[in-house]
């Protein structure tokens, strides 16, 4: 079971400072003697932090995963936040993906893995998560295409996340989760007006229809194939980045997730196979957890 812990974070004036309270608690959540920066997995989006690998000496966990949300001033960030709806929705992402990991994730099992969280660190807008490293625990690939096998491993991993958290209500998640949805997509929906009218007319009855499903869940809500770790023989899979997970309708993450993995014409001839093979491991992961649809 994993273990949040809940440290406070101390106000560093620069850089180096900061590096040496991450490396102070890294040492305090994990028991390890040394603390070293191995590399910069990557920069967050719009300049609003990092995810970082360390390694550790004489602790549990021989590496570890970092991610630091510090989001930038109006007068650092490239384009002045963009929009404050935007910084607003990015700070609040960020919130949804710490409660995640310190109220959800626990109830992950291994059919739907995700990455134990070590400690949970916050002070105003700074987030810091410190991350079980799924490359160490034997994820260690990331694809930009799949096989049938992980694309069967992919289907079976939402489908066991759908049954866990079938008719959660996601407290402190987003109430709709998913990156892409009408009520925080005016202007994208208003541009689909002129490019494709008639998917415009019918936009607003299939979000309804999406909303009104009686089988909610929580979906990861980013669920693409840049998101999913794989095991070497790609028979296993794990999944990071929750900042949008919450309620909905399981169906959103499945769209997007084969989205993220073919064109539109191999969407329409694979279908109905998706969709067997889906339903088909729901079915198997909603008997196994004794919930009766």
Not at 7 to 32: F, H, V, W, Y
Not at 72 to 82: D, K, L, S, V, Y
Request: with cysteine.
């Amino acid at each position: 079971m994993a273990i949040a812990i809940v440290i406070k974070l101390i106000s560093r004036p620069n850089a180096q400072s900061m590096i040496e309270a991450i490396e102070s608690i890294l040492k305090q959540a994990t028991g390890a003697s040394e603390v070293w920066q191995m590399e910069i997995l990557q920069s967050l989006w719009s300049g609003y932090g990092s995810i970082v690998r360390y390694e550790l000496v004489d602790a549990a966990h021989p590496t570890v995963v970092v991610k630091h949300v510090s989001p930038p001033t109006t007068e650092t960030h490239p384009r002045g936040w963009n929009t404050d709806r935007s910084h607003q929705r990015k700070l609040r992402s960020y919130a949804v993906e710490t409660n995640w990991y310190q109220n959800y994730a626990v109830r992950c099992g291994v059919g739907c893995r995700v990455p134990q969280c070590l400690a949970v660190e916050r002070e105003g807008d700074q987030v810091l998560l410190v991350l079980e490293d799924l490359d160490a625990a034997g994820y260690p690939l990331r694809l930009t295409s799949v096989s049938d096998a992980e694309l069967t491993a992919c289907l079976s991993w939402l489908a066991e996340f759908h049954a866990a958290f079938l008719d959660d209500h996601g407290v402190g998640l987003w109430e709709s989760g998913t990156y892409w949805h009408l009520d925080t997509r005016p202007d994208e929906l208003e541009v689909l007006r002129k490019e494709d009218p008639e998917l415009h007319a019918v936009a607003q009855g299939l979000d309804a229809r999406l909303k009104a499903s009686p089988f909610q869940t929580l979906v990861h809500g980013d669920v693409k194939l840049a998101n999913f770790c794989f095991s070497e023989d790609g028979d296993a899979v794990a999944a990071v980045d929750f900042q949008y997970v919450g309620r909905g309708c399981g169906m959103k993450d499945l769209v997007y997730f084969i989205g993220s993995c073919f064109d539109e014409d191999a969407c329409a001839k694979m279908e109905t196979e998706i969709l067997d093979l889906y339903f088909s491991k729901l079915k198997t992961a909603l008997t196994a957890q004794e919930k009766t649809v």
